[in-house]
């Protein structure tokens, strides 16, 4: 359309300005430009990027591609930047979980498996775990190599998250015989002590062993009657099902039992014993104590905390101190407990009489927390029969004697109901103050 | 300069143009009961990313975006046998034998692209706004200043895209310029995305290939910007309008130059 014949300028101003014009705009282009990129861009949090929504409008065998290499970089580039050795496992874990190289995912854990600067890294039973027993894995690694893995773990938390990783891996690698690798990996539970047992939840692999082990039993006597018998199935069918009775026993004594946590439970025991190591003397200290020994299913744990806190005359003295001792009152009868007496003999050094009120109170809250039995409750309340009723000093002690007299049926303590009665039924009776009534007074006298 | 430009707004009085103005207006006003843009898009997708920012800003009318459309469409159509049209029939060396320059004379044509382009918009935004506060038309209400504002943002995507549509026509003639316009309108679309990807995935998504991509969206226009909620406040606002210039000013020097270098006598 064009001559592509050209007329040169001569306008030797015009193309200046022309320079001058193009190189302002340019700078100003690349400024705004910046400017405007960043403004866009910044809103975007990729850690919130949900690659697949983001994709979505792709076909999707490209999706699934383009979402697949969109993870893996992102989880490459975290574990590259990984900092911590926690955060260096964590990371390599999500992307040995990621990965479909075989190789690369082996090359991402078996350091942390073979390399002893790992070996005290919480969370390293996720490698164990992942590395574990997969027949299609050449370099997995076997029960017995899991076996002494466990048999280092001090913490029990780590340790229940161990076996329970164990259990899961077996069940996900598609295993045919998975429910015989299941019972031959946690058949040594059974050999545990109920002490072991410290988190509830082992009571789910105990019902694994004793589901599965039924099934195999049941299996090798189907074979036998279908004459079918495979070497060993006789031993079997005995053996198995014993070992299934033996879980469900183990089971319903883990269920059972009073000293064991759930997981949360534990996890909040921790906390606890932290929050108590780290307050500040005085009120804090109490209030932490309080929490722990509330909390901590161990008598011995309660007792040697409340130990550790008489050696202070200023929290011997305390009143809240009243509040953390009661909380024996529901060990009564348990092994390592601190005798109630002991309880009794510290209520007594309070002065007070509103003091002792409360610390019987707070010691028979805890004991209806637990719903102690008649026995419990009475050796807590005994000492009370002993008073008189010009001891008595408020009418509220009214509901503690009947709390005796009911006990007392249930005992068949004849005295004991008896003076029981004949104390509340005084106290109802007098023109002794409620609780309330003898503080306001006490208040007024000050 | 104002001469030119004048001269070239003649064209807006033919009833056609009129003609045209009121089906434009009836399409916006219909098209203005629709759900605004940012609303038409599933959050967490790619092109939500393409729209909002991290506060919830006033949304662009449903109605607007088709305003615009229109009014790059029709100066695309107008600014595109402008100067051609010129060229051809020998007008321009008439104009240039008189005491006016060729910037004067570029000049004038771009105001006067501009000013049609707006003059559109700008009544089509009325008759939204007639429309939707004395009979209710329209899913965003148009009862603030914000709200009015907000839809006038986009509008200046105008600037750059007529300054190139006058480009093109002047390097390849009346339908090359629709053309290479709608080509470079398209590429542009494409190519924005292509900061917000790498924003969104991590680095080495695309092999070796990110780097040149990235260099390459320095050619075109974002249309993205005009469209960001970021861009419609502050700074970035101020960075818009001198981003809109800056593009601008680029292609008039384009223009100017093939203006000077072009022999006018050979084209007819």
């Known amino acids: 359309m064009f001559s592509s014949k050209k007329t040169i300028t001569r306008h030797k101003t ?29 809103p975007i949090k990729r850690e919130k990027v949900d690659f697949a929504k983001v994709l979505d409008w792709l076909p999707q065998k490209t999706r699934e591609e383009l979402k697949y290499r969109a993870t893996y970089l992102d989880l490459r580039q975290k574990y590259d930047q990984s900092k911590t050795k926690e955060e260096k496992l964590q990371n390599a874990y999500k992307l040995a979980v990621h990965t479909k190289d075989m190789n690369e995912h082996n090359e991402l854990l ?98 694994n062993i004793k589901r599965n082990a039924k099934r195999i039993s049941n299996d090798a006597a189907n074979r036998i009657a279908n004459k079918r018998e495979l070497p060993g199935d006789k031993e079997q069918v005995g053996s198995m099902m014993q070992l299934s009775l033996d879980a469900e026993k183990l089971q319903n004594a883990v269920n059972a039992s009073l000293d ?80 109630i007496t002991d309880f009794h003999k510290f209520v007594s050094t309070f002065q007070d009489p509103e003091n002792q009120y409360q610390g019987f109170l707070e010691a028979l809250r805890r004991q209806n927390g637990f719903r102690a039995d008649s026995e419990k409750k009475m050796a807590l309340l005994r000492p009370l029969l002993k008073k008189d009723l010009k001891d008595i000093p408020f009418k509220d002690y009214q509901s503690l004697y009947d709390q005796i007299s009911r006990c007392a049926v249930y005992l068949n303590d004849q005295p004991a109901f008896e003076k029981s009665i004949q104390l509340r039924d005084a106290l109802k009776g007098s023109d002794k103050p409620t609780l309330k009534e003898y503080l306001e007074a006490k208040k007024n006298t000050k | 300069m104002w001469a030119i430009a004048q001269f070239s707004l003649l064209k807006m009085r033919e009833s056609a143009f009129y003609l045209l103005m009121i089906v434009a207006a009836l399409i916006c006003i219909f098209t203005n009961t629709a759900d605004p843009v940012s609303e038409q898009i599933a959050r967490g997708s790619l092109f939500s990313y393409a729209f909002s920012g991290e506060t919830r800003t006033t949304s662009i009318a449903m109605g607007s975006c088709v305003a615009l459309i229109i009014s790059i469409l029709i100066s695309s159509f107008y600014g595109s046998s402008e100067i051609p049209s010129d060229i051809n029939t020998g007008v321009i060396l008439v104009i240039l034998s008189k005491p006016v320059g060729r910037f004067n004379y570029l000049g004038g044509k ?89 924003a969104i995935f991590p680095e080495g998504m695309i092999p070796y290939l990110d780097d040149f991509l990235f260099l390459i969206h320095y050619i075109f226009i974002n249309p993205l910007f005009y469209f960001h909620d970021a861009a419609a406040t502050g700074m970035p606002l101020v960075a818009l309008v001198f981003y809109s210039m800056a593009v601008a000013a680029f292609f008039l020097l384009i223009s100017i130059y093939l203006l000077f270098t072009t022999d006018m006598n050979a084209a007819q």
């Open chain 1, 14 to 42: 015009a193309t200046i300005g022309m320079v001058v014009v193009l190189f302002i705009s340019l700078a100003v282009y690349f400024a705004s430009e910046t400017i405007l990129r960043h403004a866009m861009v910044k």
């Open chain 2, 110 to 198: 771009y105001i006067a692209i501009v000013v049609m382009a707006y003059s559109i918009f700008v009544f089509l935004q009325l008759m939204l706004f007639v429309s939707s506060k004395f009979f209710g038309f329209g899913v965003i209400p148009y009862n603030s200043w914000e709200v009015a504002l907000r839809q006038f943002v986009p509008a200046l995507i105008l600037l750059p895209l007529i300054a190139a549509n006058i480009t093109f026509s002047i390097m390849g003639g009346a339908l090359g310029a629709m053309i290479f316009t709608a080509l470079y309108l398209i590429f542009s679309v494409v190519v924005a995305f292509v900061p917000l990807t790498m």
């Open chain 1, 110 to 207: 078996l350091p942390f498996i073979n390399d002893p600067q790992y070996a005290d890294v919480p969370g390293l039973y996720l490698a164990y775990g992942r590395m574990f027993y997969n027949p299609k894995n050449p370099k997995a690694i076997s029960i017995k190599r899991y076996y002494a893995y466990l048999d280092t773990l001090k913490d029990p938390l780590e340790l229940f998250f161990a076996w329970r990783e164990g259990r899961d891996r077996l069940g996900k690698i598609g295993l045919r015989n998975a429910h015989i690798v299941n019972v031959e990996f946690l058949k040594p539970l059974l050999d545990k002590p109920l002490s072991f047992f410290i988190i509830r939840d082992y009571s789910s692999m105990l019902d």
């Open chain 1, 260 to 339: 064991n946590y759930s997981i949360n439970d534990y996890r909040k025991l921790l906390t606890l014993r932290d929050k108590f190591e780290k307050a500040a003397p005085g009120k804090p200290k109490l209030d932490a104590a309080f929490d722990l020994v509330r909390h901590t299913k161990d008598p011995k744990e309660r007792g040697n905390i409340i130990k550790e806190l008489l050696k202070s005359p200023d929290y011997a003295k305390n009143p809240l101190m009243l509040r953390v001792y009661a909380q024996i009152a529901g060990d009564i009868g348990r092994a390592n407990a601190m005798p």
